[in-house]
């Protein structure tokens, strides 16, 4: 029994090392074991898949963090690679506007005063620090630095099978966020119907 515990562990870890590449490369393979290994312990799985195993990876980061470390940020800035490639996975299995019809600019006239449908592919994140450049150029094999603190706001969203990272800026964070839920882009401040077609034309809306 104890080997096949040991190799069920075994497994949690590897599923960590391939939805956080970016992490591990950030932490070191040694101290990114440490972590996701207390993490486990914290948070065993308790359903039969391992999509929702790490959901709360970034929050413990936080949680456990000394509040010496937080101060001087550190812990933060793991914290927001976490979210993000997390929000990465999530963007990657969703629903995206693969196989749907396009929202043209005659639709979104007629339909401005509508709530509009977004992809389930979409994730909206505020960050401390930039830490997508860090991510994808991981993700590319690439060097990259870790970034200082800095304010920064990204969709992550799946287009044509690929998820793509797009910075924004803190007006189109929010003016994206209450499209998500649900409010007309005509009952929202200083949108313009060009910003919201460029965002169709990247798959975020579908007609």
């Known amino acids: 029994m104890s080997i096949y515990h040991q190799a069920y562990y075994l497994r949690l870890l590897q599923v960590f090392e391939q939805e956080y590449p970016a992490l591990r490369i950030a932490l ?64 990657y299995h969703g629903a995206g506007a693969e196989g749907r019809e396009a929202l043209t600019p005659a639709v979104l006239s007629a339909r401005w005063d509508q709530p509009l449908e977004c992809i389930e592919a979409m994730q909206i994140l505020s960050l401390e620090f930039p830490v997508h450049h860090f991510m994808l150029a991981a993700r590319a094999g690439k060097e990259e630095q870790l970034p200082a603190s800095q304010p920064t706001w990204v969709v992550l969203a799946r287009q044509n099978y690929r998820v793509t990272v797009q910075e924004l800026s803190q007006l189109e964070w929010h003016q994206l966020l209450q499209l998500r839920k649900g409010v007309a882009p005509g009952a929202i401040t200083d949108l313009h119907p060009t910003v919201v077609y460029t965002w169709s034309t990247r798959g975020w809306f579908v007609a």
């Open 28 to 91: 070191g393979a040694e101290l990114f074991k440490e972590f996701s290994g207390l993490y486990l312990q914290a948070h065993p799985p308790h359903t039969y898949t391992l999509q929702a195993l790490s959901a709360g990876f970034a929050d413990y980061i936080i949680a456990t963090a000394p509040p010496a470390d937080l101060s001087a940020g550190w812990p933060r800035l793991i914290a927001d690679l976490a979210r993000l490639e997390r929000g990465f996975q999530q963007v």
